[in-house]
């Protein structure tokens, strides 16, 4: 019997067109092409699994070892141990696979960004010999656990308690939204000290949690409606009792958690301009392929003039990105521009994705066509690594010299 979806003429929006009207990375060469090419592979190879798994809500972790198997995993981080990306090449990974799929793509930002990065940057050389090659290579899933459920922008505030006590620290406390925190791997949790007699008590430190360790509950938030294929969790933390060297020593206060973040908004703004690229070109295909009144949408001039805007945004979005990668391996990128550029490309990414899924008409809000997995997947990064009204404030101080945070 024939029914009457198989006439239904079928669209194809998934191709890479390779947006770069500026030619912004039309320069990029030798080591740096070679990694995004791999990721383009990768993403080609996996690409098609992630509707399914984001459809089902499942957390697929055999494409998070194949990704550390593919040393995709190691964003900026620098350490002897494990392999160095340049900032444009971390960068072009995290667009590429965020172009692909945004859990993935917060996987880099979760198992690299963080995790990775705060072991390199304040493990002990022990720690660092045991866990960092495992962790690059997604052997060992790793967590980065700061923001608790009374603390999110105000994580400054964290109540997350770690006791002092003879030959071990008693960690007691409550984390929420963790990447990985439920995965049976390791999670680094910031904690504040408390040991009235030592020279760091109140301070922020991380502490290094094995997840088997008795008194350590990681669960799987359930019922979410973006990045559904990456599993954050709700851990609680009821006197967990861990070695005298399970501090990272190079953790000292909470700039150190921080400084780990700033490193990461970067590739927030990347990530944005990886789901950004694939909402334009799914809506260029899809206009050309689509007719209505006789015609291909891309025919009528409103149609031309929304492609326009997109593209006029887009490209926006490469400049900073670039930019960024540019001052960064100058040595000269600070926080606060990597907050302009969070700032700028997350708002731009929201607007793009959402005039995509309107041009993709009715189609546009099956998952089949991506791109309202992407607006969907958008609306977490806009909130994760600090908000849309913390960059504001965040860059606001920076220029004015007055503090608004109160
Ligand atoms: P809130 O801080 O409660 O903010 C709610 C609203 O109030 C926002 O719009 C915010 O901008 C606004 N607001 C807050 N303060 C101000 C102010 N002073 N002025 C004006 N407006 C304000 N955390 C981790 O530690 N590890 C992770 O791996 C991790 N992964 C995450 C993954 C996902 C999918 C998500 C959603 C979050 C993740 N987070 C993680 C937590 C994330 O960093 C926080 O969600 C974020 O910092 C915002 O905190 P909140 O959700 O508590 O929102």
């Known amino acids: 019997m024939t029914l009457p979806g198989d006439a239904v ?38 690409g098609g699994r992630m509707h399914a798994a984001w459809d089902a809500a499942e957390y697929p972790l055999d494409l998070v070892r194949r990704l550390g198997e593919l040393d995709l995993l190691v964003d900026g981080v620098q350490h002897p141990a494990v392999t160095s990306f340049s900032p444009l090449a971390a960068g072009l990974v995290t667009m ?10 917060t996987v880099v930002a979760v198992q690299g960004g963080l995790a990775l990065r705060t072991l390199a940057l304040y493990g002990s050389a022990a720690q660092q010999a045991r866990w960092l090659v495992p962790v690059a290579r997604a052997e060992v899933l790793a967590a980065f656990a700061l923001t608790e459920p009374d603390h999110g922008s105000d994580s400054v505030s964290l109540e997350t308690v770690a006791r002092r006590g003879g030959d071990e620290w008693v960690l007691r406390g409550a984390k ?54 990456i599993h954050q969790a709700h851990i609680a933390l009821d006197d967990v009792r861990l070695p005298a060297d399970a501090v990272l020593p190079g953790s000292h206060t909470f700039k150190d958690a921080s400084t780990v973040l700033y490193a990461t908004r970067s590739g927030v703004a990347w990530s944005a301009l990886g789901h950004a690229t694939a909402c334009y070109e799914a809506a260029l295909q899809y206009a050309q392929q689509r007719t209505q009144f006789g015609r291909p949408l891309a ?78 997947d958008i609306e977490a990064i806009h909130t994760y690594e600090g908000t849309e009204s913390i960059q504001a404030l965040l860059i606001g101080r920076d220029i004015t010299g007055m503090s608004a945070f109160v």
């Open 9 to 46: 003429p079928r669209y194809d929006v998934s191709a890479r067109l390779g947006t770069d009207y500026y030619a912004v990375f039309a320069d990029v060469a030798g080591d740096d092409l070679a990694v995004w090419r791999r990721a383009q592979s990768f993403v080609d190879e996996v």
């Open 96 to 105: 590429e696979i965020s172009r692909g799929d945004g859990s993935l793509g």
């Open 176 to 229: 929420k939204w963790i990447g990985n925190g439920a995965s049976g791997g390791i999670t680094l949790v910031w904690a504040r000290v408390d040991d009235a007699s030592a020279p760091d008590h109140g301070q922020v430190r991380c502490f290094l949690v094995e997840q088997s360790a008795p008194g350590y509950t990681g669960t799987v938030i359930a019922g979410k409606g973006s990045l559904r294929g």
């Open 299 to 376: 025919k009528f001039q409103m149609v031309q003039e929304r492609l326009a805007q997109m593209l006029e945004e887009l490209t926006g979005m490469q400049l900073y990105c670039r930019h960024l990668a540019d001052l960064e391996t100058a040595g000269g990128l600070r926080p606060t521009q990597a907050s302009l550029a969070k700032y700028h490309n997350t708002r731009a990414a929201r607007r793009i994705a959402s005039t995509a899924r309107d041009l993709l008409g009715g189609n546009g809000i099956l998952l089949e066509h991506g791109v309202m997995q992407h607006l969907a």
